[in-house]
């Protein structure tokens, strides 16, 4: 779906400011207790996750001692629609060799990006790769993978904010808002 959409930063969001940052903090104790002693790769996949990213990061004990890499994974174009085809794009390899490597993502959607993207760190020779996304949509996809760690179910509809876009607008929203066609 591509052309008039409503405007996202009317109305109420979906999950606000509050809510993110409170679940935020808890995913940080979770990581921080379930990594100790292992100084993961905190694998962050842009554009979306990195608003995610960084706040998340803070929120890590300091002897959590994450190496943090980036992986441009994009499986969308500037439609609202999953077009199905998926790119992985440098910056460069991410070093990840004998690493427990935790992929941070915006949104678990049909779930293609994150399959290519386990695939793919497991034959760089990762030790261990879970996934944490911050947000997971409630779709009828038996085989996605599974997130270890999640921070809200949503249903089935096309949000923006905190770092998530339509067509690269909206990211800057503090929290997530819906978009719909009017
Ligand atoms: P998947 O491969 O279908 O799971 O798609 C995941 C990627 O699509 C995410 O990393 C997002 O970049 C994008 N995406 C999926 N749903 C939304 C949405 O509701 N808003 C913004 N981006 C989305
Ligand atoms: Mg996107």
């Known amino acids: 779906?591509?052309?008039?959409?409503?405007?996202?930063?009317?109305?109420?969001?979906?999950?606000?400011?509050?809510?993110?940052?409170?679940?935020?903090?808890?995913?940080?104790?979770e990581i921080s207790a379930d990594y100790e002693g292992r100084a993961p790769v905190l694998l962050i996949t842009l554009k979306g996750a990195f608003v995610f990213a960084s706040d998340l990061l803070r929120e890590l004990r300091p002897d959590t001692d994450p190496r943090v890499e980036f992986v441009r994974a994009s499986s969308y174009g500037d439609d609202?629609?999953?077009s199905g085809s998926?790119?992985?794009?440098?910056?460069?390899p991410?070093?990840?060799?004998?690493?427990?490597?935790l992929i941070l993502e915006d949104i678990l959607d049909t779930g293609r990006t994150l399959t290519a993207l386990k695939a793919r760190i497991r034959t760089l020779g990762a030790r261990s790769v879970e996934i944490a996304a911050l947000l997971v949509k409630?779709?009828?996809?038996?085989?996605?993978p599974r997130p270890r760690y999640v921070g809200f179910h949503i249903p089935d509809v096309f949000v923006v904010g905190y770092g998530l876009d339509y067509a690269q607008r909206y990211r800057h929203l503090?929290?997530?808002?819906?978009l719909e066609a009017p």
């Open 1 to 29: 779906m591509i052309g008039a959409v409503t405007d996202p930063t009317a109305g109420e969001p979906l999950i606000d400011a509050g809510q993110i940052s409170a679940r935020v903090s808890e995913l940080g104790d």
């Open 80 to 82: 609202i629609v999953s």
């Open 86 to 92: 998926l790119r992985l794009v440098g910056p460069d």
């Open 94 to 101: 991410p070093s990840v060799h004998d690493q427990d490597v």
């Open 138 to 144: 409630d779709r009828p996809i038996p085989e996605r």
């Open 174 to 178: 503090p929290d997530v808002r819906v």
